[in-house]
């Protein structure tokens, strides 16, 4: 693999690590604001979920009203893997 291919695959990896964690931090910053401080469990199974995962739930959140409600969301991701 010559080096500027290198370059490239590494800095694509970057944005979309750095992509990644924005949206994880867009989106535990939006939960805590609507459902209350989140477990510590919440947020090993939110640290789990995949790009699209994250931005179905950032959608998602929006009809949250209770911390059992992003509970049960996340329940139903891990019964969707």
């Known amino acids: 693999m010559a080096l500027s291919e290198a370059f490239l695959q590494w800095e694509q990896q970057t944005q979309a690590q750095s ?4 949206e994880k931090s867009l ?3 939006l939960l805590t604001r609507r459902v209350g401080t989140l477990s510590d469990a919440a947020r090993s199974q939110i640290d789990a979920l995949s790009l699209p995962q ?22 139903s991701q891990a019964e969707i893997s």
């Open 54 to 75: 994250l931005e179905a739930l950032g959608e998602a959140l929006l009809d949250f009203a209770t911390l059992t409600d992003l509970e049960h969301w996340l329940r």
């Open 19 to 22: 992509r990644y964690d924005g």
């Open 27 to 29: 989106v535990l910053r």
